[in-house]
């Protein structure tokens, strides 16, 4: 089992300094530790530096990705309801079926061939597509053409 050393400043108390803890001997919160050792409860009161709230990590999830399908959140250790609730809230807006996105994020010309490419991972861009993307053609074609496998799912 890993663990996890805590200095407790708030308590000042030799014990607790420098102590080691387990995992599952530690409640964590944003603004608050707890630790039990030695038969004492010792605390950390004010804002933890390096823990992250669930919407917090959702969030910087969304915003290295750019476009966030379901499966991304879940291989990332999310719930599906917390991206559900993420939207109700307006945290992320949906922007296609299982696709997710920030709020307010700049629209290019490019954005539906990214969400495309979202939607189907292993497609191959072609067609009209390609060549406007890459500055061939000057007319943004009015679908995205893509190439699927037919052994894809």
Known sequence: MRSLEILCLASRRKAAIGATFRWSEIAIDRHFCTAQCLGGVYGYS?????????GERLL????????ARLRDFEKAGFHHRYVIDACKEG???KVGR????????QQTPQQRLVEACKRVPYGVVCLFSAPWFHGLIAEEPQ?????????AR
């Open 91 to 93: 945290a992320i807006e």
């Open 60 to 67: 910087s999830l969304v915003r290295e990705l750019g476009v």
């Open 46 to 54: 004010g804002v933890l530096r390096g823990i992250q709230t669930t």
């Open 98 to 105: 299982g696709t997710y996105a920030l709020p307010g994020r």
């Open 143 to 151: 679908a995205i053409w893509m190439m699927i496998d037919t052994k």
